[in-house]
């Protein structure tokens, strides 16, 4: 079955440090990538993606992530996080066997950033 | 990105009434999703539309659930007869321009509270 997981769940870190979220995958054919965050109280916004290409992809904020097809991981990666990136982190996958560009889910990372 | 509009922000139901959700996208699109969140779960897939017919749903979008476009601009979900455990945040998004229609970006959400 198609599915996407995170493996932190809650991430507690002060300002300045390093951030690296996981994020697995198990689904079959070509995939396309996501990393969304949503910052409280707000909606779902799109962090960055990766469809094809450069495995190392750079998003909004200074995040980037990068692409292991070998380990089909997806982790998202920021050098020095700021107190303003307290947020809900979700990595989803689409491709495969549908062609409807239906997003699987992961279930999603609680980032706190401490001042 | 120009992103889709919800309304309404918060409903509040009775067990047993008919709810509909709306979803108006800013700019005109042919791909829409719609996805739920149960308070402490994952984002779900629900249905995904195109062209105006329903082109993929879930195991979770039975018979109580229906989508439409009934003016080429508003995108509907309807809950016919609802219950306890469809409580969520139902999240619509809507695809991208062409050559990145896998790419979706999501509406504010409404909070559905069936009591």
């Known amino acids: 079955a198609q599915s996407v997981s995170q493996h932190n769940h809650h991430v507690i870190l002060s300002e300045a440090a390093s951030l690296e979220l996981g994020c697995n995958y198990s689904y079959g054919g070509t995939v396309n990538l996501f990393w969304y965050v949503q910052y409280p109280g707000q909606h779902l916004q799109l962090l960055l993606k990766?469809?094809?290409?450069?495995?190392l992809v750079k998003g909004i904020k200074g995040f980037e992530a990068e692409f292991i097809k070998s380990k089909f991981s997806f982790n998202l990666r920021k050098p020095s996080v700021q107190w303003s990136d307290t947020a809900e982190y979700f990595c989803a996958v689409n491709g495969g066997s549908s062609n409807t560009g239906k997003l699987i889910f992961g279930q999603g990372t609680t980032l706190q950033v401490k001042p | 990105e120009p992103e889709v509009t919800q309304t309404p922000s918060h409903q509040v139901t009775q067990m047993g009434q008919e709810v509909i959700l709306r979803c108006v996208p800013i700019?005109?699109?042919?791909?829409f999703y719609w996805y739920r969140q149960i308070l402490g779960q994952k984002v779900e897939f629900l249905v995904s539309?195109?062209?105006?017919?329903?082109?993929?749903k879930s195991e979770i979008f039975d018979d109580q659930f229906s989508v439409e476009r009934p003016d080429g601009s508003n995108f509907t979900l309807k809950i016919r007869s609802t219950k306890l455990e469809d409580s969520a945040m139902y999240f619509c998004?809507?695809?991208?321009?062409?050559?990145?229609?896998?790419?979706?970006?999501f509406g504010p959400g409404t909070r559905l509270t069936v009591l």
């Open positions: 700019s005109n699109h042919l791909y």
């Open positions: 539309f195109y062209n105006n017919e329903i082109s993929e």
């Open positions: 998004a809507r695809g991208g321009v062409a050559g990145e229609a896998d790419t979706q970006y």
């Open positions: 990766y469809f094809s290409g450069d495995p």
